[in-house]
């Protein structure tokens, strides 16, 4: 705890890290997988990675209009097929979003790692 008092209130992102790695840690000395002591941090991340996102198709049409569905109502579509398209457009965004999320979650998550289930030495700057 002593390094949490050293980094100081303005590095909020490090003191993060360094609770996450903390936290791994204790859940590893007991004798869990790598795996086993970071799944809650992965899916913590994971969520707070898409919360801009999931936001921003919460409030399609109704905060704003986007391109792609005023696009359509200008070329003649209906507004049901307009929304439609947009709606799927944001639901393919989100879904490749969630999809290199976890595909980058995946790799980054064994490189923290030892074989042997212990955290790695970070590598020197």
Known sequence: MNMLR??????GWKRALLVMLL???????PGAT???????????SLRS???????QTKTTGMVFFP??????????????????LQLILLWTLMGAASI?????????QGRFFTPAHQLAEPPAP
Not at 35 to 43: G, N, S
Not at 49 to 55: A, R
Not at 67 to 82: H, K, N, Q
Not at 100 to 108: H, K, N, P, R
């Open 6 to 11: 050293k980094l100081g209130p303005e590095s």
């Open 23 to 29: 936290t791994a840690a204790g859940l590893i000395s």
């Open 34 to 44: 790598a795996q086993q002591a970071t799944t809650r941090l992965v899916a913590r």
């Open 49 to 55: 990675g898409l919360i801009p996102l999931i936001d």
């Open 67 to 84: 391109g792609t569905m005023v696009g359509a109502i200008l070329g003649g579509a209906t507004p049901l097929e307009a929304v439609r």
């Open 100 to 108: 290199s999320a976890l595909i980058a979650t995946g790799f980054a």
